[in-house]
Structures are given as C-alpha cells and as structure tokens.
C-alpha cells in the first residue's frame, strides 16, 4: 500500500469545514472596536420595539454616542460602574443594550440583567434577546441554544457565558450567584418591586467575587429623586456628566437644560398668557443669551459630548461615572411640544414631576416642606358684598364646588374627620386650576362622659360607634350659600391603621362611598401612585371569615400625597376680569369665614424632616385634621370627575 498525505491526513468533510471554520471564528479575537461602533456595525433594532427599526444608526441617536462608550471607559479605567439617568423614548435603553452585547463579545462571563417585573424579563428575553441573538453576528456565531444545552426562556448561554435576565421580585437571584457584570434597567421602579430594598447594593455585592478592571455595572432609569435609585448614585457616587455642545453664535460650551426655555410675551399677549401658550417658548444660550432654534439646537447635538459638570479633582475620585440625556436632545422633539406639556405643569406638582422625570430625565425637588398658621389663616375667605356667594361659614357650600369628600383620622379617644369640597376655577389665561374649599369638620370624644375607671373601654372600637358619620357626613345635607343646591359627600376615606375591623365593618354598611385606607408609602423613595387599591380585606365575625369585595383597601402614597396638598396653601393666582373689575387674586385652597385656631393649629404642625437620608412628613403637634384633610384630599383625586367637559348638573 502506498501512502499519501491525503491517506494520513484525508481531507476535512462539509460538515467538518464548517465547524471548523465556526471554531476558528469563535476563537479569533474580535475586531477592536468601541459599543457604539459596535453597534452601528452589528445591531439591528426589532420591528415593534423601537421608533426606529432596522440598522442601528449613531447619527439617528447621536447623543447616545458617547454615553455607550463610557461603558468601555469605565472598563478601562477600573471604574464601579456607569449610571444613566435619561429620559423617555429616546433610545437610552436600547444603547444599554447595546453595551450589553458588546461586553457578551469582549469580556464575556456571566451577567445578570434586572428589569423591572418577572413578566417583562420573561418577554423581553423571549422577543429582544432571542431577535438579539439571531441577528448580531459575534453573538449568534457563539450562542448555544436548545434546553439541553442549558438554555431557559430567561437564560441565554454562549460558549464563554451566559445572559440571565430576572424580574424584580426574583430578588434571590442576587443573593446566590456572582456575576461579572449587572445591568439594572429602571432601577427606581425595580426597588418598588424588591419592597424597597435596594437592588444596586445587592448587584454590587454579586460582582465583588470579580475583581481589577474586568467587571462593571451598568444602571439605567427614569430618575425620581435625590434619595432613591439613579438619581442617588448618579448625584452621590459619580462624576455628573452632561451632554455639552458648542453655541453656534460664541463657540462656548453648555449643556441642553430647561433652565434656558422661557417664554416670550408676543404683543397682544398678556405675561400669564405667554406663560400658557406653548408657542410662546423660546430655547436661549446660557453662555451669550442668543436664541437658538430647533434645527440650530438638533445640529448643536451631532458634535455632543459627555463631559463632568464637577470640579476635575473631585470627579476623577467618584468611583462610578454617570451620563445624562433629555428630550431636549432628540432631533425628533420640536421645543413647542415639550412646552405643551410643561404648561399642564406649571400648577399641577404631580404634572410637573411626570415633566421632569420622564421628559427631562433629571430628578425632581419638592420645594414644599411644610406651612404656617400665618399662611393658613390668609386662606379664610372675605366677604366682597351683600351677595357674594363665595363668603360662606362652615357647613355651607360656597360657588365653583363641584362635589365633596370626606376623611376621618382614627385614635382612642378621639375621631376626627373633616369634608372638603373641590372644583375647577379658571385663572387669567383661561387655564382651568383645582381649587379646594373647606366645607365643615369635628371631632367625637369617645371619653366625654366616662368615668376614669371605664377608660379601658377606650382600648377598642366599636364599628356602631361609627354610624354617627351617617348623620355628620354621609346622609347630611350640605347647602349652597343661596340655598338652591344640596350636595352629599360622594366618597370619604377613613383611617384603618387602628382598630381595622370597626373601620372595615362601618364601610361595609355605606358600600361604595366610605372606604377604609392604610398608608402605603410615607417616605421620599417610594414612586407609588397618589391612590391605589389593595384586594378586599378579610376578618372573622364569630366564627365565620368575612371577604366583602365592596370594601376594598385604600392604599395611599400618603408622602406624595401631602407634599402637594400642602403645596396648594402658598399658591395663589388671577381670575379673569369681569363686569369692568380688575382681574382678582385668589387662593388654591379656602377655608370658611369661622374656621377655629385648633383646626388651623393642626393643619399647620406638619413639617418635612431628613431621616436616616429619606425624607419624611412629622408634625410638631397633634395632626390630626391634617390626616383627614389628606384623606378628602386622596378621594377628590381619586373620583376625578373633570372629564369629558361634562356640564354641571351632570
């Protein structure tokens, strides 16, 4: 037998060549390149999952540019981490993602991405990451897919490492695998999910096992505040950087901000009416006071770049660096609409903290923090004439109250409730504002006629001793000033932090109008709703178990809550003029011509305090009708019946 080359060493089959060649692939080292030229070369955006579907293209999201390659920065300057606080639809997410792959192909191992519910981990592995996967070349050549490979609806695995993506109240994930790099998407709303834990300390522990330069987090979100989520870490552990970009009139640098939008008042216009006209709003330059148009502004943003708005000594000590970006910078987001929603704001704090999280992408400040007796007692109305049927006492209900809620704080001794009447009063441009007019409150002294030895009766309530709100609140009639209309509270809250079942047992006797309420965030790092409602509570009458589904659980951002119904006392504004008087000033808030100083003395004692880095509501004295004028308050929100421009006897 005669022996050739090709005997000892026969050629390699189709098959065999293309493993070969796929091994060859893998184990070539990657071009070097930077995640937002990764991007551009191999990302492809799903259509459904973005505006903007196909190729990735960096001069569509130019100002994402360096903000994804600051996490290639911070792997090389051995940095924590990178936090972007950014705005809404303007691509911040998927230029994280973007990252992502761009570490599964460069420093490969295993990495976590938290998101915000199970649920959407679930369908954003299964949509995203499977088209992800597909489609970007480095990825697909080394993704191994199948179950029998290890490979989950939420876990993608690759021939160097694995993706696992948990929702929120999968939190145990944290506390049992390390990981060489956390990704953390909507981190505020995640610790919502995580019952307020906090899931950037978690992950920072689950990447300690990797250390050197060799492991990041990354965190992204809508921010919300100063002592919560990214707003946090970007304000107390990185370098502040914003996207600066070159005046086109002085070649100065400054970053895109809302400080420089102002109105400008047309001739014909009115100050408070350039104020509400959105087309009125103008972008300047901070740096020569020139105004910039849209399309100037949009070419300003292609030569963006993020640099810290901190002191160079101290911004290269912060162990994280964080990036910014807003609607300010989408070459999509005309100036005129951003005003449009910024003019819903100016006296609507919920509004305006929407505006500045979601729009700006920056955290928002309260600057409430607390009233005076002084300022409360400028709220009590003043008679204007014979027939001014806005001067009212209490009991009576004054002109513009549309309907009334009702509140009631629960304590041993004493009951206390209060009813509040709301409507809608237009202001001197003819933007309609929500105004709230005291109407009556009292308290029941569960003690008056006891002796001290039957003070121990004190200790629990009755849910009979609370019919008497029937005849205070519920079934009274509350008259016009002129006496021509009668109006009913249409909804009352009623504190169940004491005594719950009495509560739960009066609110199931007037079903759909009075129902039992419990705080459910009463600090400055929750994001919960003003109002929402829990299932129906359940409790034992004898023996038998009680489920009444018409007595469900008020669940009450009480924190939020206060800081705007409080926000109300010092805001004031003009009425149109009429019948040849001047335009009037009047007040957000009115209390009736005979309100007493023990009502005014406990609606004053609350005052906002810092507590252990969070911020909290207390109160220097009994607060009582502050409780339950926060309670009508919740349920005025909750009913919300300015809608659909029904007319008033509707």
Known sequence: MIFTRDTLHPPPTSGQADMLRAAALTLRPPADMSPSEFAARYRRIKEGTSAQAGAWSNSYFPYLTAIMDAVAEAIRTGRAGVVLMKSGQGGGSEAMINALAWLLEYYPGPMLYLI???????????ERFSFIN??????????VTGRGSGELVHVKRYVDGKLVVQGGKSVLNLQSFPYRHVFVDEADSLQDEMDGQDPIALAEVRTSTYVGNNRIMVVFAHPTNKERGAGKLYYEKSDQRRGYVTCPHCQQE????????????????????????????????PCCGAELTDAQRWAAVRACRQKSTLPESEAKNKPWIGVHFSQLYMPNMPLETLAAQWVEGLDDEPVRRVFINKRLGDVFESKVSGTSRDAWRRLKCVSHGERDLEFYERGQVPAGVRFLTAGQDSRERELHWAVWGWGLVRDEAQYPLLCGWLIDYGVIDRAAGLRYDEFVRLKTLDARELLAFNQLVYDRAFLSV?????????QGLHDSGWQ???IYEYCRSRPFVAFPSKGAATDSTSTRQFISWGPA??????????????????????YTLKETFYGLVEKSFK???ANGAPAQLRTRLTLPRDVGEDFIGQVSSEYKKLDKRKYVWDHRGPNHWADASIYAYAAALNLDPFQEGLPFDE
């Open 134 to 143: 597909d489609t970007c070349e480095p990825l697909k050549r080394k993704c």
């Open 500 to 502: 719950p079942i009495a």
């Open 254 to 285: 400054f970053f895109l901000s809302w400080d420089h939008v102002s109105p400008v008042v047309p001739e014909g216009l009115t100050q408070a009416q350039a104020e509400r006209d959105s087309r009125c709003y103008r972008y300047f330059a």
């Open 482 to 490: 002129d006496g021509q209309y009668q109006f009913y509270v249409k």
């Open 116 to 126: 915000s519910k199970d649920e959407v981990a679930r369908e954003f592995c299964r």
């Open 537 to 558: 509570p359940a409790w034992r009458i004898g023996e038998e178990q009680v489920r009444d589904e018409r007595v469900k659980l008020a669940l009450l951002n009480t």
């Open 575 to 577: 009425r149109p003029a």
